[in-house]
């Protein structure tokens, strides 16, 4: 019997052994009580070996960061070429805290400050950056400074970032002391004589901290930085500073606490988060930007637009055929008007071809110039109150893609009209684009637009299912729900005969009136063919 006992417990061990190598070790946190899972998504720069080391370096960043504050029960995971997981002891707003810092980009720059007497003399070498202040009534005041845009040095130069503290006559003062390595120590000793009573710049993440004016030389590469900052804001990027740069732009796909209610998404009617099925073959030559702005620089937000937007790439890539590399995902920071510009007039341009279907997702904020009428979409840096300079023209997106040789192009808008001025009063959730069946131009023959609303009504968000209303029923639609046909084929025409009055019995039940609109209209439509989805 012993010997039995002995051989049972022998083989329960080597089994153990073999799920742990086919499984890898456990998450402790995961199977924490109380606990969170975060995942993030990585922007995509196109090319999927580069996006995986982009995510690899960003792991190492993320697990320096946490060790530099020191929590050591976290677990940082690469999940493939774009997805990171994080587990965490702990829940609530210390997370939010924590998450708040990795993904800062701590993006340390020095730029050289034109003279006052250049500051009209603004060229496509140069841009403007901010630093806030407040002034003598306590008001926060912006400080402009014209500067050279290519920096004369970045973050990845510096090898140590530790606060100190100024002694003045009202008390200490926080600084930073950064070392430089010896690249950068050169090429900073050489700026500072070559601006010797002139100024440099020094940002963070594109926001002026100190712009020192330059007495002499500093060949020490040794450099002190004083500014507006608390001495825990002080502590918090010289921490991230130290911990390394986010080499590209992240944000957040999923959340979760663990012996927690689930997210407000799960107790949808449909889940339509949940991908589980048969992967489908990727088509090489279809191609997708899909873009998803819920945190704006300066103006308020647009909820879910950022799950959205990470959600709808998922069923490009997992249900709709499009390779991972060829979608690329323009999040809150990494969508603004240069980004648009880039990737809508350029890098669609670049690789489409005759065989190609294009699909083009925007959930944020728009606004109508007030003059003319003409709609704008709103990048992550617009300013509604300089559309023409800060914004990109919906006539704009309509004609680069036209242009484009593609077989099919489909766009889907979930944002709606708002004509009402700089102050009118929009209901929670709602997101003021201009879209309207007279603001589009002639439609390429190849091309469809889906529009969450119509006229001057609003496009809701919708709680319960962790979406926008219009982008949940799409979703659930291109899931099968608006399947067509004796294969069940999902066409444009199909899933917006279902999204009509799902979407219309949904906003009714928020007291809202939303109708989805398709241009051109379904009568043109069945001229130009079957465009299949799915």
């Known amino acids: ?27 402790t946190v995961t199977a924490a009580q109380n606990g969170s899972v975060i995942t993030l998504e990585v922007s995509s720069t196109g090319k999927g070996s580069l996006d995986k080391e982009i995510t690899r370096q960003s792991v190492e960043v993320m697990k320096n960061r946490l060790e530099s504050i020191g929590i050591t029960d976290g677990v940082v995971e690469q999940k493939g070429a774009r997805r990171i997981t994080i587990g965490l002891e702990r829940t609530g707003s210390e997370v939010d805290w924590i998450i708040d810092f990795l993904l800062r980009p701590s993006r340390l720059e020095f730029k050289k400050v034109k003279d006052a007497s250049a500051q009209d003399d603004a060229s496509d070498d140069t841009e403007t950056i901010y630093e806030s202040r407040l002034d003598g009534a306590g008001k926060v005041e912006q400080i402009p400074y014209l500067v050279e845009k290519k920096p004369l ?44 009573g002139g100024r440099i710049a020094i940002a963070v993440d594109g926001n002026v901290i100190s712009a020192p ?42 959340r979760r606490e663990t012996g927690a209610p689930q997210p407000v998404a799960a107790g949808a009617e449909a889940n339509v988060d ?75 341009k670049n690789r489409v071809t005759p065989q190609s279907t294009v699909f083009v997702y925007y959930a944020g904020h728009g606004a109508p110039n007030p003059t003319s009428g003409e709609p704008y979409l709103v990048p992550y840096d617009g300013d509604p109150n300089y559309l023409e300079t800060t914004a990109y023209p919906l006539k704009e997106l309509y004609a680069g893609l036209s242009r484009l040789k593609a077989k099919q192009i489909v766009v889907v808008l ?121």
């Not at 590469?221 to 500014?227: D, E, S, Y």
């Not at 990470?310 to 990494?334: D, F, I």
């Not at 637009?449 to 949940?472: C, W």
């Open 1 to 27: 019997m012993l010997r039995i006992g002995s051989s049972l417990r022998c083989c329960c061990l080597c089994l153990l052994f073999v799920l742990f190598l086919m499984t890898g070790p456990v998450s």
């Open 153 to 196: 040095l970045s973050g990845d130069v510096v090898e140590s970032a530790e606060v100190a503290f100024l002694p003045i006559s009202e008390g200490n003062i926080p600084a930073i002391n950064l070392v430089l390595n010896k690249k950068g120590a050169e090429i900073f000793a050489q700026a500072t004589e070559a601006s010797i």
């Open 213 to 254: 004016v330059i007495r002499t030389a500093i060949t020490s590469g040794w450099v002190q930085v004083t500014g507006n900052f608390t001495t825990e804001e002080a502590q918090d990027l010289a921490k991230a500073i130290k911990s390394g740069i986010l080499p590209a732009a992240i944000h957040v796909a999923d």
């Open 274 to 348: 949940d991908l589980a099925g048969v992967p489908v073959q990727p088509r090489a030559e279809n191609f997708a930007i899909v873009i998803g702005i819920e945190k704006y620089r300066d103006i308020k937000g647009v909820e879910f637009a950022a799950h959205d937007a990470s959600t709808v790439q998922r069923y490009l890539t997992k249900l709709m055929g499009y390779p991972e590399e060829n979608v690329v995902v323009l999040p809150n920071e990494r969508a603004t008007k240069s980004d648009l510009e880039k990737y809508l007039g350029v890098w669609l």
């Open 414 to 534: 979930d944002s709606c009209f708002s004509g009402s001025g700089g102050r009118s009063v929009l209901a929670k959730g709602a997101r003021p684009l201009v879209m309207t069946t007279e603001a589009a131009p002639a439609l390429k023959d190849n091309m469809v637009v889906l529009a969450a609303a119509g006229g001057s009504q609003i496009s809701t968000s919708y709680e319960k299912g962790g979406h926008g209303l219009f982008t949940y029923y799409l979703l659930k639609g291109l899931k099968g729900e608006a399947g067509a046909g004796k294969e069940g084929t999902i066409t444009v025409e199909s899933l917006y005969r279902y999204l009509l009055p799902q979407v219309e019995r949904a906003a009714r039940l928020q007291n809202v009136e939303q109708t989805p609109v398709i241009m051109p209209p379904l009568s043109t439509l069945k001229e130009m063919g079957e465009l299949r989805l799915r």
